[in-house]
């Protein structure tokens, strides 16, 4: 089995309760949505095609125990949960960041995912697979990133809707650099007691926004 993979590199965890965290990524190519805001559109270009113990060793060159399989969009490979599984197997504890719109049924129990939903300002907010929400694990993380009082509005529907039963330290609302100031988040996340967590994008803030690898 192979997978097209963008890069495989060390550094922090930046975006989830795990933030703060030495972490290896593996960064998967191609995606299926086209955010406005998209942060990592090389993943779209750069491709190297690697088997999964290709990619098993690169990762054990590392001396660290959790990876994330992030993207582009991991899901759209059909081998990203046999990979999963193979590191799992070797008791690595493994992330999987997701964009929301395919469905995680199939991901290994054992692995934490993090479903982003997709807001307005991101034009791809149609996209929200709701059947995601059946296989949420009690470890499992959302994520909304949000680029203006709008997507706010948006999150907050959906929370107080349908993820009132999920812990509020596992709903994070993430600011999009530049578009809107987190002080502003903050502000709104405290005057309406919001059952979720703010959460800045950690790498951003320690290395320049634009900086890859970080
Ligand atoms: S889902 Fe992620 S990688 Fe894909 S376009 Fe949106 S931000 Fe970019």
Redesign the pocket.
Known sequence: MRLNVCEIFYSLQGESTFSGLPCIFVRLSG?????S?????Y?EEECHSMTLEQIQDKVGAYNCNLVEIT???PLLQEATPALIALLLEKHYQVLLET?GSLSIQHVPEACIKIV?V?CPS?K?SHTFLPENLNYLGKEDEIKFVIGSVEDYEFAKAMIEQKLSGMPQKKIHLSPVLGLIAPEALARRIIEDNLHARLSLQQHKIIWTPDQRGV
């Open positions: 995606c299926n949505l086209n955010c805001w998209c942060d990592t559109r993943a993207g582009g969009e964009n982003d997709k991101s791809e």
